[in-house]
């Protein structure tokens, strides 16, 4: 009877143990896919003619090259937020944030008659007795010690000799500066190095620009078109820059499109070379001022 059932256990155990792996292993290439892969970054913003117009924005967030993202639209009564299956297919919709209720309350406490004013007797003010005049005998001498404090402003020189102790010295403050000089000075190659790279984590692959520049002023508007056209031509191929001038309408329109690509596997690797770096530096003078330290010690005994 056990020899019977040891051998299904057996095989039970066998069939949980390659399920929890099979999960394990597809947990770690979803984080892996997630690092490897960069993340997309799309921003849309239009803005229309009326000047009262409302402007249109949305900023989509999609891990695995677009796949799946988290979008944040404006909307006229409020903000919406979407999740979109491949940038296009709405999983999940909810509205963040209305200002409909907002905007009833204001009308609604516009709308509240005013409080009736009752005609009454005015009571006439109390009048307040100015205090007694305190005789020059209860005068306490602390308070022309304190007078002749506020003369003027104590310094080093109009003070006492056991009083200028207590303001810092220039030497001290040029002691203190050179030490945090020295502790801060081998830290600063590795985080040179760190910013450098934090510039290759994001890269810009699309910009579209679509717009007409307004201005009060007809001649600055003319001179900011026409520096921006003189810029255009020098821009890269994944730029697309269109910039108009509207000399009727004193308000500028149009719509902007930005996409970026964040890398987080740089972004990991470089804090993982910095922390490196700087754990090496630091244990590297701690070490330097121990044996200072014991060498210290060892001549003082």
Do not use: C
């Not at 502790?183 to 934090?198: A, E, V």
């Not at 001179?223 to 003189?230: D, F, N, R, W």
């Not at 590297?284 to 010690?297: C, D, V």
Request: net charge positive; proline share 7%; hydrophobic share 45%.
């Amino acid at each position: 009877m056990i020899a019977d059932i040891i051998p299904i256990l057996l095989s039970s155990l066998l069939t949980a143990l390659q399920v929890l792996l099979l999960l394990v292993a597809g947990l770690l290439g979803l984080i892996a896919s997630v690092i490897l892969l960069p993340v997309v970054i799309h921003v849309d913003a239009g803005r229309g003619a009326d000047p009262e117009a409302t402007p249109d924005i949305s900023a989509l967030v999609a891990p695995w090259l677009g796949a799946l993202g988290l979008e944040l639209r404006q909307r006229t009564d409020g903000w919406e937020a979407r999740v979109l299956l491949l940038g296009r297919i709405s999983l999940y919709r909810r509205l963040l944030l209305t200002y409909t209720s907002s905007k009833q309350e204001a009308k609604s406490s516009r709308e509240l008659p005013a409080p009736s004013v009752s005609k009454t007797t005015a009571t006439p003010p109390v009048t307040q007795q100015a205090p007694a005049p305190i005789p020059p005998a209860s005068i306490s001498p602390i308070s022309s010690r304190d007078n002749t404090k506020t003369k003027g402003l104590q310094t080093p020189e109009n003070l006492d000799t056991d009083k200028k102790g207590s303001f810092p010295s220039k030497t001290g403050m040029l002691t203190r500066a050179s030490k945090i000089w020295t502790d801060l000075h081998p830290f600063l190659p590795p985080t040179g190095r760190l910013l450098k790279r934090l510039l290759r984590i994001v890269g810009l692959r699309h910009l579209q620009v679509d717009a007409t520049v307004a201005l009060g002023d007809a001649a600055a508007t003319g001179k900011l078109v026409g520096q921006i056209q003189a810029v255009v031509p020098f821009l890269p191929t994944w730029a697309r820059v269109d910039i108009g001038a509207d000399f009727v309408r004193p308000v500028s329109h149009g719509q902007a499109s930005v996409r970026l690509h964040l890398y987080l596997a740089r972004l990991l690797a470089s804090i993982g070379r910095f922390a490196v770096s700087a754990g090496y530096l630091w244990l590297r003078r701690w070490w330097r001022l121990r044996q200072t330290a014991r060498t210290l010690s060892a001549v003082t005994d």
